[in-house]
């Protein structure tokens, strides 16, 4: 059975979208990207259809991230089929959790500010870089890649899978 993550943000084109595409590589290079289902979506439907904020996608690109995500809003039934829903701030795990009808899909959602320990003096939560300059989207990716590397550990051993 897939490991399924879900990466929640506001409106799913610049945040989750990245997460997605940074937690992929992860899979992939680690020889496991097919026990994993890794996908994103937003509390917000406003970008519904659209592919990642042209910064984002620069930014992310001269990682060598190629994000290509259409945006959608979260439904109830990804409640229920993922297993991991990471939120990326506390607006957006209140609006999850309270769109969530069981303490078991309350139980799935993680907060990706746990996973971040290089930048933790000064970030407990990935903020929205939307509003923001360039630093904010290499802020965010920064975040994005400390904090996916933790949580990719903290599956890797609690579920036990071999990695190369
Ligand atoms: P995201 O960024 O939540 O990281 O995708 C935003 C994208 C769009 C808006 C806000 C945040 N917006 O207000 O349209």
């Given at each position: 059975?897939?490991?399924?993550?879900?990466?929640?943000c506001l409106g799913n084109i610049c945040r989750s979208p990245a997460a997605e595409g940074v937690m992929?590589?992860?899979?992939?290079?680690?020889?496991?990207?097919?026990?994993?289902?890794?996908?994103?979506?937003?509390?917000?439907?406003?970008?519904?259809?659209?592919?990642?904020?042209?910064?984002?996608?620069?930014?992310?690109?001269?990682?060598?991230?190629?994000?290509?995500?259409?945006?959608?809003?979260?439904?109830?039934?990804?409640?229920?089929?993922?297993?991991?829903i990471v939120a990326m701030d506390e607006s957006n795990r209140r609006t999850i959790a309270r769109m969530?009808?069981?303490?078991?899909?309350?139980?799935?959602?993680?907060?990706?500010?746990?996973?971040?320990?290089?930048?933790?003096?000064?970030?407990?939560?990935?903020?929205?870089?939307?509003?923001?300059?360039?630093?904010?989207?290499?802020?965010?990716?920064?975040?994005?890649?400390?904090?996916?590397?933790?949580?990719?550990?903290?599956?890797?051993?609690?579920?036990?899978?071999?990695?190369?």
């Amino acid at each position: 059975m897939k490991i399924k993550i879900l990466f929640i943000c506001l409106g799913n084109i610049c945040r989750s979208p990245a997460a997605e595409g940074v937690m992929q590589r992860l899979v992939e290079e680690r020889g496991i990207d097919n026990r994993f289902e890794i996908d994103s979506a937003g509390t917000y439907s406003g970008h519904q259809g659209q592919l990642p904020d042209p910064r984002m996608r620069r930014h992310a690109s001269r990682r060598g991230y190629n994000l290509t995500h259409r945006a959608r809003p979260i439904t109830m039934s990804d409640l229920d089929y993922f297993d991991i829903i990471v939120a990326m701030d506390e607006s957006n795990r209140r609006t999850i959790a309270r769109m969530c009808a069981t303490l078991e899909q309350e139980k799935k959602i993680v907060m990706m500010g746990d996973y971040i320990v290089k930048l933790r003096a000064h970030y407990d939560y990935v903020p929205d870089p939307y509003y923001e300059g360039a630093e904010g989207f290499e802020i965010a990716l920064d975040l994005l890649e400390d904090a996916c590397k933790n949580l990719f550990d903290d599956i890797i051993k609690q579920t036990k899978i071999t990695t190369i």
